[in-house]
C-alpha cells in the first residue's frame, strides 16, 4: 500500500488497541498491536527505500499481493518484489537495514511470537506481561515513528 | 487445543469485539477470524479431525480436507472462507467497504457459533 494508507491503517488499529486491556482482552490486544506494528514498519520500509510504495495489498500467501483496480473494483493476483512485508520477514529483505528499524522489527517480531502460545494456544498470561507487551509495542513504535520523522499518532 | 479451551477462546474473542464498532472493520474482521477459527476448530474436533494440529486459516487446509468439510458441515467452511478473503482487502488493504465487510463477517461468524454450539 502507500505510506498515507499504511499511516492511517496504524493509528486506526493503534485507536482500538487502547480500548483492549492485555490481560483481559488478550487475544485482540496482541492481534490488534501486531497489525498496527506491521502497518507502521511498512510505512517506514517504503519510506526508507527498502521496499516498494506499491498500490498492492499483500495476501495471505508469502509474496503473493492483489493489486486494486481503484476504479471497476476488481483485484487480480499479482508476483513483484516487495512491497508490503505481511510480517518481520515475510517476505525477506535483502537490503540492509537501519538500526531503529532493526531494534523495531525486533521488539514486533517479539509481539508476533505472542500469537501461537496467547491467541492460538490457551496459555495464560504472568503477572507483569502485559507490561512487558506494551514496553515492546511502544518500543516498535516509538523507533519507526523516530525513523520516519512522523506523527504516528502515538500518545507516549 | 481441547473443544473447552477453543469455546473458551472464542468467547474472550467475541467479548472483546464487543468494544468494537463496525467502523473499526480490522479489528472486527481479524476478531471473527480468530474467534471463527476456534469454532472451526470444535467442529472439527467433535467430528473427529485425523489433523493432528488445530487449523490456523481455512485457506491452507488440503483439498481432501476442504471436500470433506463442505460434506460434514454444509455452509461453514464456506463462512470461515469468507471471512478470511476479507483480511487482504480491508486490513492489509485499503479498499473502501469495511464496513459493510465487518458486518458481514459478523454474519459469517454467527454461522461458525451456531454448528459448534449445535454440535456440543
Redesign the interface.
Known amino acids: 500500500?502507500l505510506i498515507g494508507?499504511h499511516l492511517?491503517?496504524f493509528r486506526?488499529?493503534h485507536a482500538?488497541l487502547e480500548?483492549?486491556d492485555p490481560l483481559?482482552?488478550?487475544?485482540?490486544?496482541i492481534?490488534?498491536a501486531m497489525?498496527g506494528g506491521v502497518h507502521l514498519l511498512n510505512a517506514a520500509l517504503h519510506k526508507i527505500g527498502v521496499t516498494a510504495e506499491v498500490d498492492s495489498?499483500?495476501?495471505?500467501l508469502e509474496g503473493l499481493y492483489?493489486v486494486?483496480d481503484r476504479t471497476g473494483?476488481n483485484?487480480r493476483d499479482a508476483l513483484h518484489p516487495p512491497g508490503?512485508v505481511?510480517h518481520v520477514g515475510q517476505p525477506p529483505i535483502a537490503a540492509p537495514l537501519p538500526p531503529r528499524i532493526v531494534r523495531a522489527c525486533a521488539a514486533l517480531r517479539s509481539i508476533e511470537d505472542l500469537r501461537e502460545p496467547y491467541?492460538?494456544?490457551?496459555r495464560q498470561p504472568e503477572p507483569g506481561d502485559d507490561r512487558r507487551w506494551r514496553d515492546r509495542y511502544l518500543e516498535c513504535v516509538n523507533e519507526l515513528v523516530a525513523e520516519m520523522g512522523v506523527d504516528g499518532g502515538e500518545s507516549t | 487445543?481441547k473443544i473447552d479451551?477453543h469455546r473458551?477462546?472464542a468467547r474472550?474473542?467475541e467479548?472483546?469485539?464487543l468494544?468494537?464498532t463496525l467502523d473499526?472493520y480490522?479489528?472486527v474482521i481479524?476478531?471473527c477470524m480468530?474467534a471463527g477459527t476456534h469454532h472451526f476448530n470444535i467442529l472439527l474436533h467433535d467430528r473427529g479431525s485425523p489433523l493432528e494440529q488445530?487449523v490456523?486459516?481455512a485457506?491452507?487446509l488440503s483439498v481432501a480436507v476442504r471436500r470433506k468439510s463442505r460434506v460434514m458441515m454444509p455452509g461453514v467452511l464456506e463462512a470461515l472462507d469468507e471471512i478470511?478473503r476479507f483480511?487482504?482487502?480491508y486490513?492489509?488493504?485499503?479498499?473502501p467497504g469495511g464496513t459493510q465487510a465487518a458486518q458481514r463477517a459478523l454474519e459469517c461468524l454467527d454461522v461458525l457459533r451456531s454448528a459448534a454450539h449445535q454440535r456440543i
Not at chain 2, 91 to 95: E, F, H
Open positions: 500500500m494508507a492511517a491503517k486506526r488499529l482500538v480500548r483492549f483481559v482482552d488478550k487475544e485482540m490486544w492481534w490488534n497489525n495489498f499483500h495476501s495471505q492483489v486494486p473494483g483485484l508490503d505481511m491467541v492460538r494456544g490457551d | 487445543m479451551e473458551a477462546k474472550n474473542i467479548r472483546s469485539l468494544r468494537c473499526d480490522e479489528t481479524e476478531g480468530l488445530d490456523m486459516h485457506e491452507f478470511e483480511r487482504t482487502s486490513v492489509r488493504g485499503d479498499l
